[in-house]
């Protein structure tokens, strides 16, 4: 219909009145009727938007005023109205309105589907002559409000239609345009930052297809921003420059093209002077890296090299991260374990025990994933450090050693070619049991019991792996084997005598005699000073607690099953200090 030659009587665009039966309009703004000028009505139109567009949701008593007129800019002259800026600018006022009454517009049902879809319509064949658009007053700020409510208001209940009007509308007003400003960058990027992202999932997607469908337009506006921000330093061009790194992230699992001109200024962060600023990239980084679908570091080589520097960092924190990085890495993209090598080995000498310690964490978590992903070199790192300086190291090297062993060699989990390849890690660990600390000695004790030979295996099995490993050991790990039941043995013989004195009548002699005796088993216990007080303690409850000491005579007893030694250790948790 043309309106125009047509139009509607005037009660029919008056929609829902005031009180006074008239519509109140904003201040300086006349009647907007049929009765004028096309043009008329467009200057009029164009003061309507910007009420609209300044008003707040909690602004009620305007939202009060203005809902008459919100009706009456929702009637079919002007949704239909041949003048394609009338149109335009009734859209403008309608994204406002969407916005100002949410969760609820001021229509039923069928007339906000019907003021929905039509003013999207309209709005996207407006914004497909975008010679016409940028050429309206403002317009800038009109896209930016624009964007603000799409991405507000679209929730579940928009049919796919729809949400692909407003990627339509957007990616028309990205691609058509001049260009991005920040203020309508950010008004996208938001919905990036973990936050909103949490609250409102269907923006976050919105915006994710909007980024990948104008990646060609939107990457310089993209690279202008970053570099005002990290290089520049200039924080203040954005609301968003104190979420960079997430932004990074976000827009990096979007479409690694998004940032080609970013990642430069990221090689120029990893070389500042602050430590704490590295610290931040080399984490980000670290993600960009390690992320499973990634391949940033082949097709960013340079970028790679500069990260792998950071190994060497003379911050502490720096490479701490960049060794606990590399775990990721060894997993994801095992084609990267030759460049870490010679980092690794390095940090695995670092003056820091930390990270010392986290090197030994990374392989070994890489190599129970998959033994595959590890290769000798990486293993003959985790060998030396069971000899480090520092009983934490010793530890974790020792106990990821025998992991490998239990899982590859005992339970044959990757076959017979995985087994080889640390078929040496038995005899390493049975070789450390000549070192001096007694510490070293009863954590070798414990790996033979639960890892070596493990106890809770039946008889039959048990006797089995003893047999296979006795009979493939080295030399010297057959004596250490050797000594090491010997010294069992011994201690055994020791409490036994212990308990022999407490069946003794109680005399000066006895008392000494014992005390000898707690002495000689405070020199087997870790920390032989502190485990004096605690034996003593221990040898006070035996005297008083008659089933305990029958349940240490059965422990200590050559025919005392591991069943049968569980159930003593579970019910009595001191016999721990005799496993």
């Given amino acids: 219909m043309d309106f125009t030659a047509q139009p509607k009587p005037a009660t029919a665009l008056c929609g829902v009145v005031s009180a006074d039966g008239k519509i109140a309009y904003p201040p300086g703004v006349k009647e907007i009727t049929d009765k004028i000028t096309t ?30 007129l919100a009706l009456h800019l929702a009637s079919e002259f002007f949704l239909r109205n041949p003048n394609k800026d009338v149109r335009l600018l009734v859209a403008c006022c309608l994204a406002d309105i969407f916005r100002i009454y949410a969760p609820e517009a001021p229509y039923t049902s069928h007339d906000k589907l019907k003021v929905n879809i039509v003013f999207t319509k309209s709005f996207y064949s407006w914004v497909k002559s975008y010679n016409i658009c940028f050429e309206l007053e403002d317009c800038n700020e009109i896209f930016i409000q624009l964007f603000r409510t799409l991405f507000s208001v679209i929730n579940n209940s928009h049919n796919k239609k729809v949400q692909m009007h407003m990627l339509d509308l957007m990616s028309s007003i990205i691609m058509e345009g001049d260009g991005v400003t920040q203020e309508l960058l950010d008004s996208i990027l938001i919905n990036l930052i973990p936050a909103h992202k949490n609250l409102n999932k269907q923006s976050f997607d919105l915006a994710k297809v909007l980024l990948k469908r104008t990646v060609q337009t939107i990457e310089a506006c993209i690279a202008n921003f970053f570099n005002q921000v990290l290089v520049l330093g200039r924080s203040s061009v954005s609301d968003l420059s104190e979420h960079v790194f997430d932004l990074i992230q976000e827009l990096f699992a979007i479409d690694p093209h998004l940032l080609l001109s970013v990642m430069p200024q990221l090689e120029f962060k990893l070389k500042s002077n602050d430590g704490e600023e590295r610290l931040a990239v080399v984490r980000l980084l670290a993600k960009l890296f390690g992320s499973k679908d990634s391949d940033l570091a082949t097709q960013n080589r340079p970028l790679w090299q500069c990260f792998l520097g950071r190994f060497n960092d003379i911050h502490v924190p720096v490479r701490l991260e960049s060794v606990k990085f590399a775990s990721h890495c060894l997993m994801n993209h095992p084609d ?68 490998l062993y239990k899982k590859y060699c005992l339970h044959g989990e990757a076959g017979k070619e995985a087994a080889e390849k640390v078929s040496w890690i038995k005899d390493k660990l049975l070789h450390i049991y000549y070192q001096n600390s007694i510490d070293d000695k009863l954590l070798v004790e414990k790996i033979f019991a639960q890892y070596l030979v493990p106890h809770n295996l039946e008889t039959e099995e048990r006797m089995k792996c003893l047999y296979y490993l006795y009979a493939s050991l080295d030399p010297n790990a057959v004596k250490a084997l050797n000594e090491m039941w010997k010294c069992q043995n011994m201690l055994r013989s020791h409490v036994r005598e212990l308990l022999d004195l407490h069946k003794q009548p109680t005399s000066e002699a006895n008392c000494s005699a014992m005390f000898g005796k707690l002495m000689t088993i405070a020199k087997n216990l870790p920390d032989p000073g502190k485990a004096q007080d605690f034996v003593k303690k221990f040898n006070q409850v035996l005297g008083d607690d008659e089933k305990l000491r029958s349940q240490l005579e059965l422990l200590i007893s050559p025919t005392c099953s591991c069943k049968q030694a569980d159930v003593c250790v579970v019910s009595k948790s001191y016999f721990t200090l005799f496993l």
């Fill in 39 to 68: 043009d008329e009505m467009i200057k009029r139109l164009k003061m309507v938007v910007k009420t609209f567009m300044d008003m707040d949701q909690d602004s009620e008593d305007e939202k009060q005023q203005y809902l008459p």
């Fill in 336 to 403: 990267l374990a030759k460049d870490l090598t010679e980092y690794l080995k390095v940090r695995s000498h670092d003056p820091e025990e930390a990270i010392r310690h986290d090197v030994i964490v990374t392989i070994i978590t890489a190599a129970k994933r998959d033994l595959a992903l590890v290769n000798d070199q990486l293993l003959g790192f985790v060998r030396e450090r069971t000899l480090d300086k520092r009983w934490r190291v010793r530890k974790e090297a020792m106990m990821g050693l025998a992991q």
